[in-house]
């Protein structure tokens, strides 16, 4: 009888656990057997493993062959596994323990003819291997830029099944991790390119400002693109850790860039109006992958053409906009993944859209029900609504608006202000602030609190949107350089909430 053994990491959602990769080999009637829950690309693995060793110079033992992946307990998906699998074969048949073999984790998808591909879920199975204490990962080539991103651990990058086992017997070297770049911020879409909306400007800094949900409707053509577009760049950039989790996640995805993988900017993602529901907030058959509102973590998602999205789709927002998280429960076990995005809706007013709202043909009960799909709950989640009007002429003017870099410095300062007064919490936008306590240790004076009174005992405001409504007017105070809003600050968030803007 003859073992080997080798180790690699399966991830969860973006949670990594080790897996022990055992090959027996016995007497018997020559086959493959693999145990420990495999899925179809994990049971696909034995014809790709054993093609990969015997074209790599390798002897496949004509002998029972058991393949033990543990724990047995954890579903095992994808072709991660496929590297580590043959190094335990080969281990086994040789009737070698290579000192290199038992200290390291092997990550990697291989080719019929040994080469080594890459994977995804790269970075947090590398964190994970580094949690564990872990003194080195095998990557493949392609994916050596981002593991390169973990520092604490030793990573190399492998570009052949024979190169792995040259350097396993200490008869070759495996390449050192990479200086990895960042993308350029020279390609960040510009404000000044927005021609008018004046309030619809303001509204995208307010939302920079205190990472409030934002929707825009009007005319099409009008600009409500545009400035969506250019909302990510007047967001600071992610903190280290910020970076590697939304990195970690668009990893999982297979989005990542082998050039500059790490992700230092805010996200900006902006599915189709005909997505589903799974495209949303994720979903496929073992365990689920992210969606576009996971894919948006830290950044923004848009959704252009809201009104014509399904209802289930948009329905399907309400738990990430709470809570921050999305939970997937799969046949293979429930995947959580981070999810606290800015969501920006945009909408035309009508199914017919003309370019001037007064030629709409559209007869009133067709534009409440266009727009009405929109339910109360979700609405209730926007914190700024704003109803941009068609620009005249003399917004072609030679005047330029603020461009990006001066409103960015306003954000960033008002940004600043808002980390410090909520570090107690351990938020650090309004928009995270919880309700209780802006309504208790942080409610403004009884003057300033007027308007809410007011739209409370009128029926127009909800308990939820009493507490965004005083998330926007800390951020206009937080913009202003104020240390506590003022009635005016009330009066100009209540007019950011108000129902006739939408509908």
């Not at 591909?117 to 590398?126: D, I, T």
């Not at 035309?348 to 007869?363: K, Y």
Request: proline fraction near 7%; include cysteine.
């Amino acid at each position: 009888m003859a073992l080997g053994r080798a180790y690699s990491v399966g991830v969860t959602g973006l949670q990594g656990e080790l897996v022990e990769i055992e090959a027996d080999i016995t007497s018997g009637l020559p086959g493959v057997h693999l145990v420990g829950l495999p899925d179809t690309a994990v049971q696909e693995s034995r014809n790709r493993v054993r093609s990969a060793v015997t074209n790599s110079g390798g002897e496949w033992p004509m002998a029972r062959l058991t393949l033990a992946l543990s724990p047995a307990t954890l579903p095992k998906m994808g072709s991660v596994y496929d590297l580590a699998l043959a190094a335990s074969v080969l281990s086994a048949s040789q009737k070698k323990s290579w000192p290199h073999l038992d200290k390291t984790i092997l990550l990697g998808e291989l080719a019929l003819d040994g080469r080594v591909r890459p994977v995804r879920g790269v970075l947090p199975a590398v964190l994970a291997a580094r949690r564990e204490g872990w003194p080195v990962t095998v990557v493949p080539m392609a994916n050596l830029a981002e593991a390169s991103l973990v520092e604490g651990i030793e990573v190399l990058g492998v570009r052949s099944l024979r190169q792995l086992q040259a350097w396993l017997a200490g008869k070759a070297r495996l390449a050192d991790r990479v200086a990895v770049g960042t993308p350029d911020d020279d390609a960040l879409a510009d404000l000044a390119e927005v021609v008018g909306q004046t309030q619809a400007r303001y509204a995208v800094e307010v939302a920079a400002a205190g990472g409030h949900n934002l929707m825009l409707t009007g005319p099409p053509g009008i600009g409500k693109t545009m400035l969506a577009q250019r909302l990510p760049g007047l967001l600071p950039p992610l903190s280290p850790d910020e970076a590697l989790e939304v990195t970690a996640i668009h990893s999982v995805a297979g989005l990542l860039s082998e050039e500059t993988p790490l992700i230092t900017r805010p996200p900006f993602v902006a599915p189709h109006h005909t997505s589903s529901v799974a495209a949303l907030v994720g979903g496929g058959t073992g365990l689920a992958r992210p969606g576009a509102v996971s894919q948006a973590h830290r950044g923004v998602l848009f959704l252009d053409e809201c009104a014509e999205i399904g209802v289930s789709v948009m329905e399907a927002l309400r738990t990430p906009l709470e809570e921050g998280e999305i939970r997937l429960a799969r046949r293979d076990g429930v995947a959580r993944y981070p999810a606290r995005f800015q969501l920006v809706l945009a909408a035309n007013l009508c199914p017919c859209a003309p370019a001037d709202p007064q030629e709409c043909l559209c007869p009133g009960a067709v534009k409440r029900r266009y727009l009405g799909k929109l339910s109360g709950p979700l609405l209730d989640r926007v914190d700024l609504r704003v109803q941009m009007q068609t620009a005249r002429s003399g917004a072609l003017g030679d005047e330029i608006g603020e461009p990006t870099a001066a409103v960015r410095a306003r954000v960033a300062a008002a940004r600043e202000a808002a980390a410090q007064r909520w570090r107690v919490l351990g938020v650090r936008t309004n928009a995270e602030v919880p309700g209780p306590v802006l309504r208790r240790g942080f409610r403004p004076g009884r003057a300033a609190m007027a308007p809410v009174r007011t739209a409370l005992d009128r029926g127009l405001l909800s308990i939820r949107g009493v507490d965004r409504t005083l998330r926007v007017a800390w951020s206009l105070c937080d913009l202003a350089g104020r240390t506590s809003p003022n009635q005016e600050d009330i009066t100009v968030a209540l007019g950011f909430r108000q129902p006739g803007s939408v509908r």
